[in-house]
Protein backbone atom coordinates (compact mmCIF):
# COMPACT_ATOMS: atom_id res chain seq x y z
CA UNK A 1 0.00 0.00 0.00
CA UNK A 2 2.35 2.75 -0.93
CA UNK A 3 0.06 5.22 -3.12
CA UNK A 4 -2.52 7.61 -1.46
CA UNK A 5 -5.63 5.54 -0.66
CA UNK A 6 -8.64 7.83 0.13
CA UNK A 7 -10.63 4.57 0.69
CA UNK A 8 -9.03 4.73 4.75
CA UNK A 9 -10.48 8.06 5.49
CA UNK A 10 -13.60 7.45 3.90
CA UNK A 11 -13.99 4.29 6.04
CA UNK A 12 -13.19 5.92 9.05
CA UNK A 13 -15.48 8.99 8.45
CA UNK A 14 -18.40 6.36 8.10
CA UNK A 15 -17.38 4.02 10.86
CA UNK A 16 -17.32 7.46 12.80
CA UNK A 17 -21.11 8.35 11.86
CA UNK A 18 -22.47 5.09 12.25
CA UNK A 19 -20.60 4.22 15.44
CA UNK A 20 -21.55 7.59 16.95
CA UNK A 21 -25.14 8.08 15.35
CA UNK A 22 -25.85 4.50 16.72
CA UNK A 23 -25.28 5.67 19.82
CA UNK A 24 -27.28 8.92 19.87
CA UNK A 25 -30.22 6.44 18.77
CA UNK A 26 -30.14 4.00 21.46
CA UNK A 27 -29.35 6.82 23.68
CA UNK A 28 -32.84 8.57 22.55
CA UNK A 29 -34.93 5.32 22.54
CA UNK A 30 -33.16 4.05 26.58
CA UNK A 31 -31.85 1.08 24.85
CA UNK A 32 -28.70 1.53 27.62
CA UNK A 33 -31.42 0.48 29.92
CA UNK A 34 -31.98 2.98 32.98
CA UNK A 35 -29.93 0.48 35.92
CA UNK A 36 -27.76 3.18 37.38
CA UNK A 37 -23.97 2.53 38.02
CA UNK A 38 -23.39 5.65 40.42
CA UNK A 39 -20.54 4.10 42.29
CA UNK A 40 -17.36 4.95 39.81
CA UNK A 41 -16.26 7.98 41.66
CA UNK A 42 -15.53 10.07 38.40
CA UNK A 43 -16.79 13.46 40.59
CA UNK A 44 -19.35 15.02 37.67
CA UNK A 45 -22.46 15.73 39.09
CA UNK A 46 -25.47 13.40 37.30
CA UNK A 47 -27.54 15.68 35.19
CA UNK A 48 -31.06 15.52 34.34
CA UNK A 49 -32.23 14.44 30.66
CA UNK A 50 -30.36 12.46 28.09
CA UNK A 51 -26.47 12.89 28.96
CA UNK A 52 -25.60 12.39 32.46
CA UNK A 53 -22.07 13.79 33.11
CA UNK A 54 -21.59 16.13 29.97
CA UNK A 55 -17.76 17.01 30.35
CA UNK A 56 -17.11 13.69 30.56
CA UNK A 57 -19.27 12.50 27.61
CA UNK A 58 -18.16 15.69 25.10
CA UNK A 59 -14.88 14.68 26.13
CA UNK A 60 -14.50 11.74 24.04
CA UNK A 61 -14.79 13.15 20.96
CA UNK A 62 -11.26 13.54 21.13
CA UNK A 63 -11.17 9.98 20.16
CA UNK A 64 -13.30 10.28 17.29
CA UNK A 65 -10.65 13.45 15.76
CA UNK A 66 -7.97 11.25 17.20
CA UNK A 67 -8.94 8.43 15.01
CA UNK A 68 -10.17 10.10 11.78
CA UNK A 69 -6.52 12.03 11.87
CA UNK A 70 -4.65 8.68 12.07
CA UNK A 71 -7.13 7.49 8.63
CA UNK A 72 -6.10 11.13 6.78
CA UNK A 73 -2.62 10.61 7.46
CA UNK A 74 -2.40 7.09 6.36
CA UNK A 75 -4.54 7.41 3.43
CA UNK A 76 -2.57 10.38 1.89
CA UNK A 77 0.14 7.62 1.78
CA UNK A 78 2.59 10.32 3.65
CA UNK A 79 4.38 7.38 5.55
CA UNK A 80 4.34 4.90 2.74
CA UNK A 81 8.24 5.15 2.81
CA UNK A 82 8.54 3.62 5.67
CA UNK A 83 8.41 -0.27 5.54
CA UNK A 84 5.62 -1.40 7.91
CA UNK A 85 2.32 -2.99 8.48
CA UNK A 86 0.31 -0.11 8.67
CA UNK A 87 1.61 0.70 5.28
CA UNK A 88 2.08 -2.54 3.39
CA UNK A 89 -1.09 -3.94 4.71
CA UNK A 90 -4.43 -2.66 4.57
CA UNK A 91 -6.00 -4.64 7.09
CA UNK A 92 -4.10 -2.35 10.06
CA UNK A 93 -4.56 0.78 8.15
CA UNK A 94 -8.26 0.18 8.25
CA UNK A 95 -8.67 -1.48 11.78
CA UNK A 96 -6.64 0.72 13.83
CA UNK A 97 -8.43 4.00 13.10
CA UNK A 98 -11.70 2.30 13.58
CA UNK A 99 -10.60 1.20 16.71
CA UNK A 100 -9.52 4.55 18.15
CA UNK A 101 -12.89 5.68 17.07
CA UNK A 102 -14.87 3.40 18.84
CA UNK A 103 -13.22 4.60 21.93
CA UNK A 104 -15.71 7.53 21.85
CA UNK A 105 -19.17 6.43 21.37
CA UNK A 106 -17.80 3.36 23.79
CA UNK A 107 -17.14 5.68 26.48
CA UNK A 108 -19.59 7.84 25.86
CA UNK A 109 -22.13 5.55 26.17
CA UNK A 110 -21.66 5.05 30.09
CA UNK A 111 -20.73 8.54 30.90
CA UNK A 112 -23.98 10.02 28.82
CA UNK A 113 -26.30 6.89 30.85
CA UNK A 114 -24.48 5.86 33.82
CA UNK A 115 -25.54 2.45 33.42
CA UNK A 116 -24.22 -1.09 33.19
CA UNK A 117 -25.30 -1.65 29.74
CA UNK A 118 -23.71 1.42 28.87
CA UNK A 119 -20.94 0.78 31.22
CA UNK A 120 -19.79 -2.67 29.00
CA UNK A 121 -19.75 -0.71 26.11
CA UNK A 122 -17.02 1.55 27.57
CA UNK A 123 -15.38 -1.21 28.74
CA UNK A 124 -15.30 -3.24 25.34
CA UNK A 125 -13.66 -0.31 23.25
CA UNK A 126 -11.24 -0.14 26.14
CA UNK A 127 -10.48 -4.12 25.63
CA UNK A 128 -10.54 -3.21 21.82
CA UNK A 129 -7.32 -1.24 21.89
CA UNK A 130 -5.53 -3.29 24.53
CA UNK A 131 -6.11 -6.34 22.70
CA UNK A 132 -4.63 -4.60 19.61
CA UNK A 133 -2.25 -3.33 21.92
CA UNK A 134 -0.90 -7.14 22.38
CA UNK A 135 -1.56 -8.97 18.94
CA UNK A 136 0.29 -6.62 17.09
CA UNK A 137 3.28 -6.96 19.34
CA UNK A 138 3.17 -10.31 19.36
CA UNK A 139 3.18 -10.86 15.97
CA UNK A 140 5.45 -8.32 14.71
CA UNK A 141 7.72 -10.48 17.41
CA UNK A 142 7.15 -13.82 16.16
CA UNK A 143 6.54 -11.91 12.46
CA UNK A 144 2.84 -13.99 12.14
CA UNK A 145 0.69 -13.89 9.11
CA UNK A 146 -2.28 -12.00 9.50
CA UNK A 147 -4.25 -14.85 10.83
CA UNK A 148 -1.50 -14.94 13.75
CA UNK A 149 -2.91 -11.80 14.71
CA UNK A 150 -6.40 -12.59 14.37
CA UNK A 151 -6.51 -15.55 16.58
CA UNK A 152 -4.04 -13.83 18.81
CA UNK A 153 -6.62 -10.77 18.88
CA UNK A 154 -10.18 -13.13 19.02
CA UNK A 155 -8.46 -15.17 21.84
CA UNK A 156 -7.38 -11.95 24.26
CA UNK A 157 -10.77 -10.46 23.41
CA UNK A 158 -12.82 -13.33 24.68
CA UNK A 159 -10.68 -13.47 27.73
CA UNK A 160 -11.46 -9.76 28.50
CA UNK A 161 -15.74 -10.24 27.90
CA UNK A 162 -15.05 -13.32 30.13
CA UNK A 163 -13.33 -11.26 32.75
CA UNK A 164 -15.77 -8.33 32.58
CA UNK A 165 -18.41 -10.39 33.83
CA UNK A 166 -16.69 -12.39 36.30
CA UNK A 167 -15.74 -11.92 39.74
CA UNK A 168 -12.36 -12.20 40.76
CA UNK A 169 -10.75 -9.47 42.35
CA UNK A 170 -7.02 -10.20 41.74
CA UNK A 171 -4.92 -6.83 41.50
CA UNK A 172 -8.13 -4.57 41.16
CA UNK A 173 -11.71 -5.08 42.62
CA UNK A 174 -13.13 -5.24 39.05
CA UNK A 175 -11.89 -8.23 37.12
CA UNK A 176 -12.42 -6.68 33.60
CA UNK A 177 -9.83 -4.23 34.64
CA UNK A 178 -7.42 -6.75 35.64
CA UNK A 179 -7.81 -7.80 31.88
CA UNK A 180 -7.15 -4.59 30.54
CA UNK A 181 -4.49 -4.10 32.16
CA UNK A 182 -3.07 -7.61 31.58
CA UNK A 183 -2.92 -7.04 27.73
CA UNK A 184 -1.44 -3.47 28.29
CA UNK A 185 1.67 -4.98 30.43
CA UNK A 186 1.78 -8.05 28.05
CA UNK A 187 2.06 -5.67 24.63
CA UNK A 188 4.51 -3.35 26.45
CA UNK A 189 6.77 -6.55 27.08
CA UNK A 190 6.85 -7.86 23.18
CA UNK A 191 6.82 -4.38 22.31
CA UNK A 192 10.08 -3.82 24.08
CA UNK A 193 11.36 -6.88 23.47
CA UNK A 194 10.42 -6.03 19.68
CA UNK A 195 13.28 -2.97 20.44
CA UNK A 196 15.97 -4.86 22.25
CA UNK A 197 15.41 -8.24 20.77
CA UNK A 198 14.03 -8.05 17.44
CA UNK A 199 15.84 -4.75 16.33
CA UNK A 200 13.26 -2.95 14.98
CA UNK A 201 13.79 0.64 14.02
CA UNK A 202 11.27 3.20 15.13
CA UNK A 203 10.60 7.07 16.25
CA UNK A 204 10.67 6.36 19.88
CA UNK A 205 9.63 10.09 20.63
CA UNK A 206 6.38 9.04 20.01
CA UNK A 207 6.35 6.22 22.47
CA UNK A 208 7.50 8.53 25.26
CA UNK A 209 4.91 11.42 24.16
CA UNK A 210 2.53 7.96 24.19
CA UNK A 211 3.45 7.35 27.73
CA UNK A 212 3.03 10.66 28.96
CA UNK A 213 0.44 11.74 27.55
CA UNK A 214 -1.27 8.52 29.45
CA UNK A 215 0.68 9.59 32.64
CA UNK A 216 -0.23 13.61 32.74
CA UNK A 217 -3.93 12.62 32.21
CA UNK A 218 -4.26 9.75 34.62
CA UNK A 219 -2.78 12.02 37.49
CA UNK A 220 -4.92 14.46 36.86
CA UNK A 221 -7.86 12.57 37.11
CA UNK A 222 -6.78 10.79 40.21
CA UNK A 223 -6.18 14.41 41.76
CA UNK A 224 -9.78 15.13 40.91
CA UNK A 225 -11.65 11.77 42.46
CA UNK A 226 -14.86 12.32 44.03
CA UNK A 227 -13.97 13.53 47.32
CA UNK A 228 -11.16 14.83 46.61
CA UNK A 229 -10.06 18.90 47.46
CA UNK A 230 -10.02 19.10 43.76
CA UNK A 231 -13.15 17.60 43.12
CA UNK A 232 -16.07 19.88 41.86
CA UNK A 233 -18.53 18.07 40.95
CA UNK A 234 -21.18 20.83 38.93
CA UNK A 235 -17.71 22.59 37.00
CA UNK A 236 -17.45 21.92 32.96
CA UNK A 237 -13.19 21.03 34.08
CA UNK A 238 -13.35 17.46 34.79
CA UNK A 239 -10.26 15.74 35.02
CA UNK A 240 -11.68 12.35 34.08
CA UNK A 241 -12.50 14.28 30.79
CA UNK A 242 -8.85 15.72 30.98
CA UNK A 243 -8.19 11.85 31.13
CA UNK A 244 -9.96 10.85 27.87
CA UNK A 245 -8.20 13.91 25.96
CA UNK A 246 -5.33 12.85 27.00
CA UNK A 247 -5.84 8.85 26.10
CA UNK A 248 -6.96 10.18 22.75
CA UNK A 249 -3.60 12.17 22.07
CA UNK A 250 -1.59 8.78 23.27
CA UNK A 251 -4.02 6.75 20.69
CA UNK A 252 -2.36 9.20 18.03
CA UNK A 253 1.42 9.47 19.01
CA UNK A 254 1.02 5.34 19.85
CA UNK A 255 -0.11 5.41 15.51
CA UNK A 256 2.98 7.69 14.92
CA UNK A 257 5.03 5.53 16.93
CA UNK A 258 3.97 2.23 14.68
CA UNK A 259 3.89 3.80 11.46
CA UNK A 260 7.32 4.95 11.85
CA UNK A 261 9.03 1.42 11.75
CA UNK A 262 11.11 1.09 9.12
CA UNK A 263 12.33 -2.56 8.67
CA UNK A 264 9.41 -4.68 7.93
CA UNK A 265 10.09 -6.66 4.55
Not at 13 to 27: E, H, K, Q, R, W
Not at 54 to 63: D, I, M, R, V
Not at 118 to 146: H, K, N, P, V
Not at 237 to 250: E, K, P, R, T
Amino acid sequence: MNKKNPQIFITALCFAVFATGLFFVALYNHWFGSDPNLSIPFCEAAHSGLIKEPANTWSNLGFIVAGLSIAWLLSTGRFADNANSFTRKKFYAFFFPCLVIFLGPGSMAMHATKTHIGGFFDMLSMYLIACFITSYAIQRFFELAWWGFTLIFIVALSTCIWANFTYCPIVFSFFGNTAFAFYLVVGGVFEISNVFVKKLQHETRWAYFALAALLVSFTIWNLTLTGTSLCDPDSIFQGHAAWHLGDALSAFFLFRYYVSERNIA
